[in-house]
């Protein structure tokens, strides 16, 4: 099993930059793809942004936030990085950060099985 921890969260103008930190413990980190959700008051949790397991990295993002954000990971720290530029008012939500023990960069949230407690990420127009 593996232990998630998310950091990095705040509050930032619209336009600002914000980077959201997944730190995990437990199992082997490079056994797992990582994927980022989030979840606006009022609204169904959605996908982000996914990496897939070390080796030929695949990453994958939601048609909302191409080109605005960046999903990373440093398997030396066992972290999984969100980097958020030219955020908007619409990206207010708690952001989760969830594994899977499984190879690909799937935005399909049920496949993952291990989940942070969250982050709180306001932008103010």
């Known amino acids: 099993q593996v232990q998630l921890v998310e950091s990095g969260g705040g509050s930032v103008q619209s336009g600002g930059s914000l980077r959201l930190s997944c730190a995990a413990s437990?199992?082997?980190?490079?056994?797992?793809?990582v994927g980022w959700f989030r979840q606006a008051p009022g609204k169904e949790r959605e996908s982000v942004a996914s990496i897939s397991r070390p080796g030929v990295l695949y990453t994958n993002y939601a048609d909302s936030v191409k080109g605005r954000f960046t999903i990373s990971r440093d398997n030396a720290k066992n972290t999984v990085y969100l980097q958020m530029n030219s955020l908007k008012p619409e990206d207010t939500a708690v952001y989760y950060c969830?594994?899977?023990?499984?190879?690909?960069?799937?935005?399909?949230?049920?496949?993952?099985?291990?989940w942070g407690q969250g982050t709180q990420v306001t932008v103010s127009s």
């Open positions: 969830a594994a899977r023990a499984g190879p690909g960069a799937s935005l399909f949230m049920g496949e993952y099985g291990y």
């Open positions: 437990g199992d082997t980190f490079s056994n797992y793809a």
